[in-house]
């Protein structure tokens, strides 16, 4: 078995990120198909309908992909930091 690259997702995280951003085109009337061609409208992407559904599906999305469609559906990323310190230790 291939060792996994510590960068990858797992498959839950990427069943979570696909369904969070399907639901996401949903409340905004989108499809992947008119998300694609936003892509390529904005962007300059090369990005088909079907390119797009295969990478919600094995979650192979890049971030800056992922912000550019959050962008597109009126959405932003929020980064907050862990409540932890750069050792580890937990703070209060």
Known sequence: MP??????ITKE????????????MIAQGFTIEKVANELKDRYGTKESKNNLSNKLSRGSLRFIDVQRICSI????????????????????
């Open 3 to 8: 060792e996994e690259n510590k960068s990858d």
């Open 13 to 24: 995280e990427a069943e979570t990120l696909k369904r969070q951003l399907r639901a996401m």
């Open 73 to 92: 559906l009126g959405y932003t990323i929020e980064m907050t930091p862990l409540k932890t310190s750069i050792e580890g230790l937990k703070l209060k």
